[in-house]
T-cell receptor, first 114, second 116 residues
């Protein structure tokens, strides 16, 4: 079983839709959670970073963390064609073998069509 | 502009050949990392370095080697022992790996390595 599970999609939505992207994890040592966006043939770009359970909002993006269920989500409101990319969740541990080392989900391919 | 520069963007390797991928950063970051990305598998850590002249194996280090002689540079060599080298290689850096605050990793734009 992988430490981080992410549905690879692909996910296709119309412009203006609300997008929900999700990851589950099994390692209780994970304490820090990130979402990266990766355009084709480019490196991942940090979108959101959080370390506490609850919601964190930044413009059209909301990151949600539920540590008790080991589940994180990224919501994109009013999605745009420019949001079409691969979205990667990533987690980092505060101790043990996962200390200081990012573990990534497989990535979800998102397409927003006009 | 500050950032991470990876070169070349595309690289081809012949059988039995070693190739070296370059990664340079001008962010004054202490820590640097190499990841491999394969379709449908996310990113996997190859090696990381917290300070100059020190580096640690990641989850898939076999067939790879690194050096960290300068803070700005962390080259990755893909040796002939790596039997399946075709992948997208990403270099990243951060202020340090020890986690005491907001220390995300920032990535370069990758090198795509293929076998001839």
């Amino acid at each position: 079983q992988k430490e981080v599970e992410q549905d690879p999609g692909p996910l296709s939505v119309p412009e203006g839709a609300i997008v929900s992207l999700n990851c589950t994890y099994s390692n209780s040592a994970f304490q820090y959670f990130m979402w990266y966006r990766q355009y084709s043939r480019k490196g991942p770009e940090l979108l959101m970073y959080t370390y506490s359970s609850g919601n964190k909002e930044d413009g059209r993006f909301t990151a949600q963390v539920d540590k008790s269920s080991k589940y994180i989500s990224l919501f994109i409101r009013d999605s745009q064609p420019s949001d079409s990319a691969t979205y990667l969740c990533a987690m980092l541990g505060a101790g043990g073998t996962s200390y200081g080392k990012l573990t990534f989900g497989q990535g979800t391919i998102l397409t927003v069509h006009p | 502009d500050g950032g991470i520069t990876q070169s070349p963007k595309y690289l081809f390797r012949k059988e039995g050949q070693n190739v070296t991928l370059s990664c340079e950063q001008n962010l004054n970051h202490d820590a640097m990392y190499w990841y491999r990305q394969d379709p449908g598998q996310g990113l996997r850590l190859i090696y990381y370095s917290q300070i100059v002249n020190d580096f640690q194996k990641g989850d898939i280090a076999e067939g790879y080697s690194v050096s960290r002689e300068k803070k700005e540079s962390f080259p990755l060599t893909v040796t002939s022992a790596q039997k399946n080298p075709t992948a997208f290689y990403l270099c990243a850096s951060s202020t340090r790996t020890g986690f005491t605050g907001n220390q995300p990793q920032h990535f370069g734009d990758g090198t795509r390595l293929s076998i001839l």
